[in-house]
Each structure stands twice: as C-alpha cells, then as structure tokens.
C-alpha cells in the first residue's frame, strides 16, 4: 500500500483557504497513492476556543473529503472539530474512496492547552480495513498513552497519528512516535504540521514513517511544506511478527 503523508501550514482557523490548499495537494496525487494523512484539524489549526468552527458529520468538510476521495481514488486520514448532540469532538476520520465515512474521536484532550474545557473525550477505538491493512488511527496527544494504542493480538498493521506537536517538545514526539511502532510491532505514520499558530506557538513538522523496528521509512523535512510517498509491506510485517513473536507474551488487561 502507498501512503503519502502532507506536512505543512494550517491557515489559523480559516477553513475555506485550508480546504482549497488542500484539494491543489491532493490533485498531484490522483493515480499516485492509496493512502493520505493530512495533520490534525487540518481546516482550523488547534483552536480549542472556536467552537463557531465545528461542524457536524452532514456539513461542507465531510462533503469535501468525501469528494476528494472518490475523485481522486484515494483515502484520506486526519481531523476536524465536529459536533454532535450540543458537543464538540476532536474527530478523526478516515474517508474510503467510495465516499463511506468512518470516525473516532480523540481520547486524551489536552488539558495544557484547555482542549478538555470545550471538547468531549471519544471512548472508542476505530481500526478500518483498507486494502490488505486493518488502521488505527490516533491524535497528537494519544501518543503519550501507550496503553490506549495497545496493539493486542495484532489487531492492527499501521497505526496513524495525527497531530499539532509544538516545536518546543517535539524531542518527545520523535521518540514516541518509533516507540509506538516498536512495542506494538506496527507500522506508524506520524503527520504534523508546521508554521506559528494564532496563540503563536510554532511547530516545526518532524513527520515520519517508521517501520514495525522503529526505522524511518520515509522523513519531512524541519520547517518544509511537503509531500511524501512510500511503500509499506504487508507481507514483510506478517513474516517478521511470525519470526519475533514478542506479542504473544504480552500483558492481557482491559481499560476502565
């Protein structure tokens, strides 16, 4: 399967201006790849504080990726601000090339930022069938709790996240991320965004594709506008999770 990741600036808190920069993005791409991860609330950038900017699961950002995806022939992974029954989500999404939608929202809001004072908590988890690989896709602060991207039993082959990682901690970012691929032996593709936000908080992107050993498979540039496509294996991560069995001694435990 072919990903691509992109990695640059959200225009702050402007949907139509990210929704068109976007869709010249995704056109270079038709016929070129299964697979494409845009960063989280890739329309707003992190605005915790704009619930104006949420819109619900019938509203012009679903119609949009939904379009996208069936004209272009790919997937399309990332996030908006949703909202649903008087509540706002974090929402991931992943949009099949026939139009079907599927979504999770963010577990783990970030209290630092006051994420948790305007958006509800998801309690589920979303893992999709694409193609020959099972997803999970996860956002930004996630990847600081391992136990809620447990892969048990190999449930999935490619875990996503996406995210508004600032510069000033993205050394934890750079170790989390292959550390994920490490312990759940999985591919992981991390996409951020870069540019100053309007709280003027900069990111610097550090978006990468890891191996089920943690190895970089594919790397943004700091600090660049970018598009990037690689090739990931299915059949190679079957035969190496057959010849380093790790999973199976791992831990059972259920989350409360």
């Excluded at 808190?13 to 995704?26: G, I």
């Excluded at 602060?141 to 190999?154: K, T």
């Excluded at 970089?216 to 057959?242: H, M, Y």
Aim: glycine share 6%; charged share 25%.
């Amino acid at each position: 399967m072919k990903i691509t990741i992109i990695q640059d600036i959200i225009h702050w808190a402007d949907k139509q201006a990210n929704l068109n920069k976007t869709q010249k993005q995704l056109e270079t791409l038709a016929g070129k790849t299964d697979l494409v991860v845009l960063p989280e609330m890739f329309t707003t950038g992190f605005c915790t504080d704009r619930p104006d900017l949420a819109e619900d699961m019938h509203g012009n950002t679903v119609k949009t990726l939904k379009r996208w995806a069936a004209d272009f022939g790919f997937a399309i992974a990332g996030s908006f601000i949703a909202t649903e029954n008087g509540n706002l989500y974090n929402r991931g999404f992943f949009v099949y090339p026939n139009g079907e939608v599927v979504t999770a929202d963010k577990r783990h809001l970030f209290s630092m930022g006051g994420e948790d004072e305007f958006f509800t908590a998801g309690n589920k988890k979303l893992t999709v069938s694409y193609m020959e690989f099972k997803i999970r896709l996860l956002i930004c602060y996630d990847v600081r709790f391992p136990v809620w991207s447990r892969n048990a039993n190999n449930e999935y082959d490619l875990l996503i996240y996406v995210a508004n990682f600032p510069q000033s901690r993205i050394s934890s970012w750079d170790i989390l991320t292959p550390a994920r691929a490490v312990e759940n032996q999985t591919y992981v593709c991390a996409v951020n965004c870069i540019g100053t936000d309007g709280n003027n908080i900069q990111y610097n992107g550090h978006s990468a594709i890891f191996d089920y050993k943690g190895n970089k498979i594919a790397v943004a540039p700091d600090n660049e506008t970018c598009i990037i496509t690689t090739e990931i294996s299915k059949e190679s991560l079957v035969k190496f999770r057959e010849k380093a069995a790790f999973w199976k001694d791992a831990d059972n435990f259920t989350i409360s």
